[in-house]
T-cell receptor, first 113, second 114 residues
Framework: KAGVTQTPRYLIKTRGQQVTLSCSPI?????VSWYQQTPGQGLQFLFE???????NKGNFPGRFSGRQFSNSRSEMNVSTLELGDSALYLC????????????FGQGTRLTVV | GNSVTQMEGPVTLSEEAFLTINCTYT??????LFWYVQYPGEGLQLLLK?????DKGSNKGFEATYRKETTSFHLEKGSVQVSDSAVYFC?????????????FGKGTKLTVNP
């Protein structure tokens, strides 16, 4: 059974640009969550999508957005990139019901220059 | 709100030494608790979990006991190996309506020397 796949693994962007990251969850999993990992702030929850609907959002500016497709694949988008957006972005998938463990992908390392 | 506090390290040990990484939490009710491990260049892997008070999670020689009296979930291993070198994260699961999210500690970097 394939794990959670995130693409690309590494990305370099310039300030002011926008970026789109992709996450393919484990087959059959309907919930996808995104987390940002930085040395200063640690791991912070961005949002969760379930059946194409955002059902929870963390404390991030509106520049951070996401969506989920009917096949459960998810994308997150960051517009008007800032240097502080440099981070490892992790995606986690779950079947969808509460109380079931989340499986994480390897992450996308975004560097903003 | 809910939060997790863990010793930040870094922690450096010799092979076969005893490991303890402290973790305490603040939460409403009794959330499920987790330890995740992150190896260099990798994502997070679930190491162990406990879903209610006095539960002991264990895996690969690591153990942690859910202590509601002290709101703690300390990670222990009796004899570490070089391959245990990684960053360890304590986390709690926060439920919000039909959604859930993980609230993480800052992570503890462990280096084990031969």
């Amino acid at each position: 059974k394939a794990g959670v796949t995130q693409t690309p693994r590494y990305l370099i962007k310039t300030r002011g640009q926008q970026v789109t990251l992709s996450c393919s969850p484990i087959s059959g999993h309907r919930s996808v969550s995104w987390y940002q990992q930085t040395p200063g702030q640690g791991l912070q929850f961005l949002f969760e999508y379930f059946s194409e609907t955002q059902r929870n959002k963390g404390n991030f500016p509106g520049r951070f957005s996401g969506r989920q497709f009917s096949n459960s694949r998810s994308e997150m988008n960051v517009s008007t990139l800032e240097l502080g957006d440099s981070a490892l972005y992790l995606c986690a998938s779950r079947p969808g019901g509460q109380g079931v463990e989340a499986f994480f992908g390897q992450g996308t390392r975004l560097t903003v220059v | 709100g809910n939060s997790v506090t863990q010793m930040e390290g870094p922690v450096t040990l010799s092979e076969e030494a005893f490991l303890t990484i402290n973790c305490t939490y603040t939460a409403t009710g009794y959330p499920s608790l987790f330890w995740y491990v992150q190896y260099p260049g990798e994502g997070l892997q679930l190491l162990l979990k406990a879903t209610k008070a006095d539960d002991k999670g264990s895996n690969k020689g690591f153990e942690a006991t859910y202590r509601k009296e002290t709101t703690s979930f300390h990670l222990e291993k009796g004899s570490v190996q070089v391959s245990d070198s990684a960053v360890y994260f304590c986390a709690l699961r926060q439920l919000q309506g039909g959604s859930e999210k993980l609230v993480f500690g800052k992570g503890t970097k462990l280096t084990v020397n031969p």
